[in-house]
């Protein structure tokens, strides 16, 4: 007998008391080796990611070892880690379906402080030279470019002509380029 009361191989043979936690590792070992490579096989063609079938039967095993002591018959240990397998598999097969119909919503890439800081800067410049210019060039830029609308909209809207649209369209950029360009 070892240290802590675990028994030797020489133990089990002779021995009435022998430790079933012993006698269970030997049989699970012997039974890994025998059938892991097989269970890995079919899983990993019902899966086809290598990574994710051994994690399947590794759990399995582990499933298996937990309930080893309660199993009435250990003869039919393979057939519980083969539906035990499936069962994982299953499971699996299930989560990547959820995943396919719920996506994560992509993260929005924050910018730093000083980013936010100079976009708000830029931001107040362009305000600040978009209320220097004459009212209709205002109107007609900021319908066109911040509520995007049409020049037919916006000559709906202004009740002018689609040609005074574009032309106080044109005259509101070069005065607003203007305006950004000689900023400090």
Known sequence: ?????????????????VSHAYVAEDELTALFRRH????????????????????VVQDS??????????????????GYLRATSLNLVRARLRHRLVVLRHPLARPI???????????????????????????RQRECLVMRYYAEMTEQDIASMLKISQNSV????????????????ARP
């Open 61 to 78: 095993f582990i499933s298996l070892q937990r309930a080893w002591p309660t199993m009435r018959d250990q003869s039919r240990a393979l």
């Open 36 to 55: 892991s490579r097989a269970l890995l096989g079919m899983v990993w063609v019902m899966l086809g990611d290598l990574g994710a079938a051994e994690e």
């Open 109 to 135: 890439d924050t910018a730093s402080a000083e980013d936010a800081v100079m976009l708000s800067e830029d931001r107040r410049e362009v305000l600040a030279a978009l209320r220097r210019l004459p009212v």
């Open 1 to 17: 007998m070892r240290a802590g009361g675990w028994a030797t191989s020489e133990d089990v043979a002779g021995s009435p008391a």
């Open 166 to 181: 574009r032309t106080h369209l044109r005259r509101g950029m070069a005065a607003l380029e203007a305006g950004l360009e």
